[in-house]
């Protein structure tokens, strides 16, 4: 009775206690909540930075703005910031950092943000993710910044920040990416890089950063892309760069680095993009570069380097851009490196005859290169190659001393050739005449004609008609801008496409000019997104073109055929784009003078079994000549003509960049996008989502293609720019898909075409 009486005189009160504390405490959390959601809401009322009067913008539902995202209870985890306004000016200093004690992630990209990053961005602790690149931020980095140790994405590239990183940013052990390029840093690289061994991202170009290229650098083996590039860095290449076997992407272009390339770098077996040009390296280039199975581009242009050219650099069956150019590099210019679709090794000290499948560009200020055509020597002051003199003087000994017996013994056996000859030719006359007649044929026929110029035009005209039965309407696979396209195999085979211009058509004067225009560009270019012209034929009844046939037809017809698009998935569909933005880089940047095809279109553009893209039609190409006015009729398929054109006449490249996005879009949208370009031109891409607009027939594209889409897209709305001089040139478009795309850290789902028009491509 006693322990009973103490229980309920004791335990009572104590639980009632524990009661009222355990309420309080609830009480207590509920306006901590509360009072952290209003901080939270008067920081973003008071920032400025959202127009709060605008429809759609109610401070009581920011947690559903595209750009804000809560977490259950209401608090703001991420705020990605996209200017409404992008010529309005926001400011740092106006915004309470301390009030987002949940945020995770901060995105004010491109929104001329103004001011110094705060102190108070410290207090952040749980932030993960942070990107204040292409503003106008000034000052330093504050020290503080090394507190956010949960870390893993910082950009804060394209600003004004001066000073030098602060060493409280060795506390970043979490950090994956770190982009500072672009700004006004001073002073070396600090030595806890090397400490933070998660690093896949260090891009630090474009500074005034000095000093030597450190050992520590090395230590990151996780990185795949490390870009020192436009400093003040000195001293050579450290020998254990060659630990970096992750990486894929090195540059250290515009420096002062000297001494030699080392051995080492070929351990990189994942490298695609080298460049160490315009810096003071010297000696010769490894042998073992053959190594690098991987590589995409090479450059290595102005330094010092010297030696022969490594042949094995043109068996790297991925090499397309290799740049040795303004080098003391010697000996012959090996014939296997004719396969890139961008090669430049002029101004070096390279000699002997120019190879098949370089052009004299490729090779100019190479004293020494020889060429026996003339537009070479004219242009680009080549001597003709010299004969070898001791050779025909050799021959020239055998030649005499053959002749000397032959004059004893050619009477006599002349006399019993003509003697047998004569009785052969009474009995067989006939029968000998008709046999070397087939026997001819056959021989002639049985090659293959059309992989040579000027071959026979009447042997050619024999076989097409013979091929398609006198241009039988069965044989005829497509119409052009002029004339007819019919499907042909030849005697030895081989499959061609044939462009035919009738009779009564070549007496049309554009008609003849067109075909004639085709026949001049497509017999200079040489790319492997260009379609191959094997040959022609001038017949006074019938003219036309023999191509390489693409078996899948055009991209358009494709597109138009539901089985067909299905097939076209999004990987396929990106790898077209990119090839087609290859393919217009080379004529308008790698072309002397430039040509502008001026009829960019789904039509012209053909699908090979593999899915792999050709320009084709080259009927209304044009020779840019940057000396005139460029004036001419408008050429072009409606639809895809650059709107510029309506109100001048003037011709340039950026009426290709103009089509080619029209495409790229039409890809992406599996139709015309005709309503979608009438939008691009109105404030209602907000409200429009790239979801929404992406091809039906495909699923929405998972996680291993969507970046590669966004970049697509990306580059697509630059294009469609409505003023020429704001689109970007085809080789900045051709450089742009080399490179990865940083992730936007947004909802797929969510991104909007006007998130993706703020998106600053590059226009160097």
Known sequence: MQYSFLSSNFYGPVLLLIISCVIMIMETQSVSASSQLQLEANAILNSGWWDTSVPGINISRRCQWYDITCNKAGSITEINYWAYYPEVEIHFAKFNLTAFRNLESLDVRGSNLRGSIPPQIGILSKLTYLVLSNNSLEGSIPWELGSLKNLKTLSLSRNRINGTMPASLANLTQLEYLDISNNLLVGSLPSYFGQLTNLQWLQLGSNSINGTLPTFLSNPTLLEHLDISNNLLVGSLPSNFGQLTNLQELWLHNNSINGTLPSSL????????????????????????????????????????????PPQLGYLHHLVYLDLSHNNLTGTIPGSLHQMISLDVSY???????????TGYDLRGNKDVCSDLLDDQINFKFQPCPHDKHTSDKISKISDKVKHKLVIVLPILGVLILAFSLLLCLSKHHITTNHNKRANTTTAKSGDLFCIWNFDGNMAYEDITRATEDFDLKFCIGTGAYGSVYKAQLPSGKVVALKKLHGFEAEVPALDASFRNEIKVLSEVKHRHVVKLYGFCLHRRIMFLIYQYMERGSLFSVLYDDAEAMELDWKRRVNIVKGVAHALSYLHHDCIPPIVHRDISSSNILLNTEWQPSVSDFGTARILQHDSSNQTIVAGTIGYIAPELAYTMVVSEKCDVYSFGVVALETLVGSHPKEILSSLQSASTEDIKLCEILDPRLLFPGRAVLLDILQVAIVTLSCLNPNPCSRPTMKCVSQYFLRPLAPLHIPAREISLHQLMSQELSMT
């Open 348 to 358: 070096n000290y390279l000699k002997g005859p120019i190879p098949i499948g370089f």
């Open 266 to 309: 070929t351990n990189l077996t994942l490298l695609v993009d080298l460049d160490i040009s315009q810096n003071l390296l010297v000696g010769s280039l490894p042998p073992n570069f053959g190594q690098l199975n991987n590589l995409q581009r090479l450059q290595l242009r102005s330094n010092f380097i010297t030696g022969d050219i």
